[in-house]
C-alpha cells in the first residue's frame, strides 16, 4: 500500500521519467512500463519503511499545527502510527503518548489530529485515560471520539459510568454514545433521564437505539406521563423498539406499541403515520385489514403510507377488498393504490385498473393506464389502442408504453391482426408505432406495405417503425417513396430510414448496394440529385466513385448535390476531394461548404497525429476568407494538444475578430499540455 | 398537494361565500396557470417542495424541480447567505413573485407543515441527520449520493424511510438515462453470457470545484456563514476557506473523496447490471494513495477489489489507466462498457440490440425529477431508492475502510457486520460531536 511519501519521491521518479524519455525518444510504451515498475518498486520500498524520526519528535512537530495547509507532521505522524497499529509495543508506546498529547497543550487541531489515530488504535489500555478526558470539557469530545467506536467491555464501562458522572453536553454525548453502542447496562441509567429536560430526548433515542425489552418497557413507563413535548421523542425511541421485537419474532409487543401511539391523537402526524405502518408491519397476515382500516379514514398522509405497505403485505388472493374499495377512495389514493395493484397477478386485479382507465378523473386514468403494462394482456389492446390514437399528452404517452410493453406474444399477434384489418388511419399509426416498439419483426410486411398508404401520417409512421424492425430489402420501398413525395417531411424521414437500413448491411462496402442501383436507373436530374444526396448518410467508400464522376454531370443539380454529399462526407476517405473542392472550386457556395467539411474531416479523426491535423487545419485556415470560418478552425484547433497547435492559435491573436477564439483555444490545449 | 389535515374542501366551500363577497369589490387578475389553465397544474394539486444546501448539485436539482409543471417550490435553506439569496432569487424569478421564504435552520422549515418533500444537497457528514429529521416530519426526500457518510448511518436511514413509509429519491440520475439503461438490461438478459469479472473507473485526484485550492490559511469564518453548524456532527476544525463549499469532499471529517463521490455513480450501475442491488461484496480489499500536505485526506489515487457471494470479481479504481472510466461488464460472450460519453460492446453489434417486452425489462425513468414526482403520488419505489442507494454507498465504505486499516475485509451483507476483525467494524460508525445525535 502506498502512503503519501510517494507524492514525496513524485518528484525524482518524474525527473527519472524525463530522463528516460529524453534518453531513447522510440518505444515509450516500454519506457512507460518500465517506469510503472520502478513506480511500483518505489512504493513498495516507501511503505516498508516508516518515518526515522521518532514519536516524541514527531508530536512535537505536530503540537502547533493549525490545522491548515502545513500538515506534513500530521502525515508524518500518521505514517508512523499505521506502520505500528498492528504490532503490540509499537501500538502501545502510539496509544500511551497520543493520550498525554491530546491533554496536552498543543492547538486544539493538533490534539484533535491525534485523536483521529487514537481512534483508529485506541484499545482497553487507553480507556482509563479516555474515561478521565470525559470530566474535562475541552478534553470530552476527543474522549467520546475515540470511546464510542471501541469495540470491548472496558470502553462500554466507561460510558456507562460517564452517564451519571457527567453533565451538560458531556453527558448528552456519552448517551448518544451508549445508544450507538446498543449498551443494554445503561437502560436503568437512561430510564430515569426520559423525563428530565435537556437529557430526556437523547434518552429516549438512546434507548430506542438499544432496543432491548427493558429499553422498551423504559420508554413505555415514561410516555404515561409524559408532556406533548416530549412524546415524541418517546415514540421514536418506542417504534424503534418495536422494529427490534418484531425482527426477533415478538409481533405482539410491536403491535402494542404501534397500537398505543396511532390511538394517541395527541401525537404529530407523522409520528402517528409511522406507528399506522409500524401497525400493518406488525399484523402479519392481519395487515392486509389493517390497511382496509386505514384506507377508511379520511387521511391522505395515513392513505399513502398504508398503500406504501401493500405490496409487502397483501398476498395475492387477498387483493379482492382493495379492488372493491379503489373506485370509493379519494383520487390521490386512487392513483397511488392502481400504482400498487400492477404488481399483482392479472386475473385478480385487472378488470378493476380497466374499470379505471374509464374513469373520470385524468389522474386516475393515467395512473390506471401506467399500471396496464404489468398486468395487461390481449384483451387490453383495444381500449390502449383507442386511447392512443385519440388521447393527447400524458394519457397517450402512458397508452402508447402499454402497448410497448405489454407482455406475451399474444399480444403481438393481436396487433398484427388489427393492422391487417385496415383500420383508420390514427389507429393504424399506432399499431405500427407499438409492433416497432415491441420489435415484433413477423409484422414487417405488412408495416413495408404501409408506405404505400394513402395517409402521410401512416407513411411516415411505417417510415419510421422500419427503422427498427426493418431490413436492408425494405430499401427499394423507402427510395420509391422518397422519389415520389413532395413533402419535406416524408422525405427526410425516407432518407432517414434508408441511413438507418443501410447500416444493417454487414459488409461496408456493400451498404449503397440498393441506393446505387436505383441511381444508375434514375434519368432524372432532380431524382439523382436526391439519391446522390442518400449517399453521405450510407457512408459506403465504393460509392466515392459515383460522386466524383458526378462532379462533372452536365446538370447543375446534380453537381451541386455531388458537391453536397462529398462535403458532408463522414470519413477522412474523402479528404482529398473536399480539399480539392476547397481549394479549386470557383463556385463560393461550394468552397464554403468544402470548407467546412474540411474542419469536420480532421475533428472527426480522433486518433490522428496532433501534428498531422494541424497542419491540415492550416490549410482549411488559409482557404478561409471569412471570420466565420477561422472560429471553426480554432474551435477545431483545441482537440489537438501540441505545441504546433498552440503556435497556430497564437498567430490568431492580431486579428480582433476570432481573438476570443483564439484565446479559448489556447487555454484548451494549454490546460490538455499541462 | 398538501396532505395537512384539518382545512378541508369542506370547509373552504363553507367559508368561501365570504371571501368571495369580499373579493368581488377589488378584481384579482389571476395567473391561468394558479386555474391550472394551459395545460398548467393547478397550485392545490402541485406538489409542495423546498430545498436544503445550494452550494453546488442543489441549484442544479432545484431548476429541474422548478421545470415541472406539477411543484410548487415554496422555501430555501442554506447556512451561508449568498447562495441562499441566489436560490431565492432564482425561485421567485420562476413564479414572478417575492413568495419564497429562507431558512438557516432547517428544523423551522421542517416545521412549516406545508411541505410534501424536500430536495437535500448538503455535504456527506450532514446527509443522515436532515434526511432521517425530513422523512420523520412526513416528508419525501430527493436525496444525495452517497447515501450517508457511514454505513450505519445508511442503514438507520433505510428504516427511517421504511418506518415513515416515506418515498426516497436518490440522485444516482445515470439510472434515468438511455446508455445505462440499455447497458444494464443487456447484461441482466445474458447478452454477454456470464460476468465473469466487472470494471468500474472512477475519477482520481482532487478536483477544485471551487477555486479554493491553497487557500488553507486559518482565519475566522465570515459572518454570513454559520460554519459552527455547518461542521455539525463533524469533530472541530478550524475554518480556512478552502476546508468548506465545493471542496469539503476530499476530507473525510465531510466526505468520501472520488471513491464516495463517484461510487453512487458507476458502482451502482453495476450492480443494477449484476441484479445486485439489495446485497453486497462478501470481500473487500483495497489499496491507496495520499497527498503530502494540506488539509485534503482522502485518496487522490485508489484500487478497490471486491467479491461477491456469486464469485464475481469487480474492481473500482481510480487513477489506474487500465480501468477504464465507466462501468464494464466482462463476461464469456463478451463485454458491455458503458459511461456518460460512450457505450460500447463486444460484439459490437450488442449496443444496437433491444431488449423485448417478453424479456427482463429493468425500471424505465426517462427523467430523475419526475420519476421521484410521480413516486410522489404513487408511493411506489423510484429508480434509485433508499436500499439500493445504501448498498451503492456500503461499497464504497468498505473500501474506505479497506485502504484504511490495509486489510482484506470480509463482509456479511445480508447482517452488515465486518467478520472477524474488531477494528475494521469500529470504522463503520462515526462518532458525531455534541450535541449532535442520530435521530430516530
Request: hydrophobic share 45%; charged share 25%; net charge neutral.
Amino acid at each position: 500500500m502506498r502512503h503519501h511519501q510517494i507524492h514525496r519521491t513524485a518528484p525524482l521518479a518524474t525527473f527519472g521519467i524525463v530522463l528516460l524519455f529524453v534518453a531513447t525518444p522510440g518505444g515509450v510504451t516500454s519506457q512507460f512500463s518500465i517506469l510503472n515498475s520502478q513506480f511500483t518498486a518505489a512504493a513498495q520500498t516507501a511503505a516498508a519503511q516508516p518515518p526515522s524520526a521518532s514519536l516524541d519528535q514527531l508530536l512535537r512537530e505536530l503540537s502547533t499545527y493549525d490545522g491548515g495547509i502545513d500538515s506534513a507532521a500530521w502525515w508524518n505522524l500518521r505514517d508512523y502510527v499505521y506502520a505500528r497499529k498492528d504490532d503490540d509495543a509499537g501500538r502501545t508506546e502510539c496509544e500511551g503518548k497520543l493520550l498525554l498529547f491530546v491533554k496536552s497543550k498543543a492547538t486544539p487541531a493538533a490534539r484533535m489530529a491525534a485523536t483521529r489515530l487514537l481512534r483508529i488504535i485506541a484499545a482497553d489500555s487507553a480507556v482509563p485515560a479516555l474515561q478521565a478526558m470525559l470530566a474535562d470539557d475541552r478534553l470530552a469530545d476527543l474522549a467520546i471520539y475515540v470511546l464510542q467506536p471501541m469495540p470491548g467491555a472496558a470502553a462500554d464501562k466507561a460510558l456507562l459510568q460517564a452517564l451519571s458522572s457527567t453533565k451538560g453536553a458531556t453527558r448528552v454525548a456519552a448517551i448518544a454514545a451508549a445508544g450507538e453502542r446498543r449498551l443494554s447496562d445503561a437502560v436503568p441509567v437512561l430510564a430515569p433521564l426520559l423525563s428530565q429536560p435537556n437529557v430526556g430526548k437523547p434518552a429516549a433515542l438512546a434507548l430506542g437505539a438499544i432496543g432491548t425489552e427493558a429499553a422498551a418497557q423504559a420508554l413505555a413507563a415514561a410516555y404515561a406521563g409524559a408532556t406533548a413535548t416530549s412524546k415524541p421523542a418517546l415514540a421514536a425511541g418506542s417504534m424503534k423498539c418495536a422494529e427490534r421485537a418484531l425482527a426477533a419474532g415478538n409481533a405482539a409487543a410491536a403491535l402494542g406499541v404501534y397500537e398505543r401511539l396511532w390511538a394517541d391523537r395527541a401525537l404529530p402526524d407523522a409520528v402517528r403515520t409511522a406507528a399506522a405502518v409500524g401497525r400493518i408491519a406488525a399484523s402479519g397476515p392481519g395487515g392486509a385489514g389493517v390497511i382496509l382500516e386505514l384506507l377508511a379514514t379520511s387521511d391522505p398522509a395515513v392513505h399513502q403510507a398504508a398503500i406504501g405497505r401493500v405490496r409487502d403485505t397483501v398476498a395475492p388472493g387477498g387483493v379482492g377488498p382493495l379492488c372493491t374499495m379503489l373506485p370509493r377512495l379519494p383520487e390521490a389514493s386512487q392513483v397511488a393504490l392502481l400504482a400498487s395493484l400492477s404488481g399483482y397477478p392479472r386475473e385478480q386485479v385487472l378488470p378493476t385498473i380497466l374499470e379505471a382507465a374509464r374513469s373520470n378523473a385524468p389522474a386516475v386514468r393515467l395512473a390506471a393506464l401506467r399500471a396496464l403494462p404489468a398486468v395487461g394482456d390481449a384483451t387490453t389492446v383495444s381500449l390502449l389502442l383507442e386511447t392512443a390514437s385519440t388521447a393527447r399528452g400524458p394519457e397517450q404517452a402512458a397508452a402508447r408504453a402499454a402497448l410497448g410493453g405489454l407482455k406475451g406474444h399474444a399480444v403481438d399477434e393481436a396487433l398484427a391482426a388489427r393492422l391487417a384489418k385496415k383500420p383508420a388511419d390514427d389507429e393504424e399509426v399506432e399499431l405500427l408505432r407499438a409492433i416497432a416498439e415491441r420489435r415484433f419483426y413477423p409484422a414487417r410486411p405488412a408495416v413495408a406495405a404501409a408506405l404505400q398508404s394513402a395517409s402521410s401520417k401512416t407513411r411516415l409512421q411505417a417510415l419510421e417503425s422500419l427503422r427498427v424492425i426493418g431490413t436492408p430489402s425494405d430499401v427499394p420501398a423507402v427510395l420509391e417513396l422518397m422519389l415520389k413525395t413532395a413533402d419535406d417531411t416524408e422525405r427526410s424521414g425516407a432518407e432517414a430510414t434508408v441511413s438507418s437500413l443501410t447500416q444493417k448491411v454487414s459488409r461496408a462496402d456493400q451498404r449503397a448496394r440498393e441506393v446505387k442501383a436505383r441511381l444508375a436507373a434514375e434519368k432524372d436530374p432532380d431524382a439523382r440529385a436526391r439519391l446522390l444526396g442518400l449517399l453521405p448518410l450510407v457512408g459506403d467508400a465504393s460509392t466515392l466513385p459515383v460522386l466524383r464522376a458526378a462532379l462533372d454531370d452536365t446538370s447543375p443539380d446534380v453537381r451541386d448535390a455531388a458537391v453536397r454529399a462529398l462535403t458532408a462526407w463522414p470519413t477522412h476517405e474523402a479528404r482529398d476531394d473536399i480539399f480539392r473542392l476547397a481549394r479549386d472550386s470557383r463556385n463560393e457556395t461550394h468552397r464554403l461548404l468544402a470548407i467546412h467539411g474540411l474542419i469536420r474531416i480532421i475533428g472527426v479523426d480522433r486518433y490522428r497525429d496532433p501534428q498531422a491535423a494541424v497542419a491540415d487545419l492550416r490549410l482549411a485556415a488559409g482557404f478561409a476568407w471569412r471570420p466565420e470560418e477561422q472560429k471553426l478552425v480554432l474551435g477545431a484547433l483545441g482537440q489537438f494538444a501540441c505545441k504546433d497547435a498552440l503556435e497556430m492559435a497564437t498567430g490568431f491573436l492580431q486579428e480582433p475578430e476570432v481573438k476570443a477564439e483564439a484565446q479559448a483555444a489556447m487555454e484548451r490545449i494549454g490546460k490538455a499540455l499541462k | 398537494m398538501k396532505k395537512t389535515r384539518g382545512f378541508g374542501r369542506r370547509e373552504f366551500l363553507k367559508k368561501a361565500p365570504l371571501a368571495l363577497a369580499g373579493a368581488a369589490a377589488f378584481p384579482t387578475i389571476v395567473k391561468a396557470s394558479a386555474l391550472g389553465r394551459g395545460g398548467a397544474v393547478p397550485p392545490s394539486d402541485r406538489i409542495v417542495m423546498a430545498g436544503i444546501g445550494f452550494g453546488m448539485q442543489g441549484p442544479s436539482n432545484m431548476r429541474a424541480f422548478l421545470g415541472k409543471s406539477d411543484v410548487q417550490w415554496v422555501a430555501v435553506c442554506d447556512l451561508d447567505d449568498k447562495p441562499l439569496g441566489e436560490a431565492q432569487k432564482t425561485v421567485n424569478d420562476k413564479y414572478g413573485n417575492t413568495d419564497c421564504k429562507t431558512y438557516k435552520d432547517y428544523r423551522e422549515l421542517y416545521a412549516r407543515g406545508d411541505l410534501d418533500a424536500v430536495s437535500i444537497a448538503v455535504p456527506d457528514h450532514w446527509h443522515a441527520i436532515l434526511s432521517i429529521e425530513a422523512v420523520g416530519a412526513g416528508l419525501d426526500v430527493f436525496g444525495e449520493k452517497p447515501f450517508t457518510h457511514s454505513l450505519r448511518e445508511g442503514r438507520a436511514l433505510c428504516d427511517a424511510v421504511k418506518r415513515h413509509g416515506r418515498v426516497w429519491q436518490t440522485g444516482s440520475w445515470q439510472r434515468s438515462e438511455d446508455n445505462f439503461h440499455r447497458a444494464c438490461e443487456l447484461v441482466r438478459n445474458g447478452r454477454i453470457g456470464k460476468v465473469r469479472r466487472v470494471e468500474v473507473g472512477l475519477p482520481s485526484g482532487h478536483y477544485d470545484f471551487a477555486g479554493t485550492f491553497g487557500q488553507e490559511k486559518i482565519e475566522s469564518p465570515p459572518p454570513t456563514f454559520d460554519y459552527e453548524t455547518w461542521l455539525g456532527p463533524a469533530p472541530w476544525s478550524p475554518y480556512c476557506v478552502a476546508r468548506v463549499h465545493m471542496n469539503w469532499r476530499w476530507n473525510h471529517d465531510y466526505g468520501g473523496g472520488q471513491l464516495m463521490d463517484w461510487v453512487g455513480h458507476h458502482l451502482d450501475i453495476a450492480h443494477w447490471g449484476l441484479g445486485f442491488d439489495l446485497t453486497g461484496p462478501v470481500q473487500v480489499k483495497g489499496k491507496g494513495e495520499f497527498p503530502a500536505t494540506g488539509i485534503y485526506n482522502s485518496a487522490t489515487r485508489y484500487w478497490v477489489e471486491t467479491l461477491y457471494a456469486d464469485g464475481t470479481p469487480m474492481v473500482l479504481a481510480g487513477g489506474y489507466p487500465e480501468i477504464q472510466s465507466g462501468t464494464k461488464w466482462i463476461g464469456d460472450l463478451g463485454w458491455v462498457w458503458v459511461d456518460r460519453g460512450g457505450f460500447e460492446s463486444q460484439p459490437a453489434h450488442l449496443v444496437h440490440e433491444v431488449i423485448g417486452p417478453n424479456e427482463t425489462r429493468l425500471y424505465r425513468s426517462r427523467d430523475h425529477q419526475q420519476n421521484f414526482l410521480d413516486c410522489v403520488r404513487s408511493r411506489a419505489l423510484t429508480i434509485a431508492p433508499a436500499e439500493v442507494a445504501h448498498r451503492s454507498a456500503s461499497v464504497g465504505h468498505l473500501g474506505v475502510i479497506a485502504i484504511e486499516t490495509g486489510r482484506a475485509i470480509r463482509w456479511d451483507p445480508a447482517r452488515e457486520t465486518i467478520i472477524g476483525d474488531a477494528g475494521a467494524e469500529r470504522l463503520l460508525a462515526r462518532s458525531y460531536r455534541k450535541p449532535y445525535q442520530v435521530p430516530a
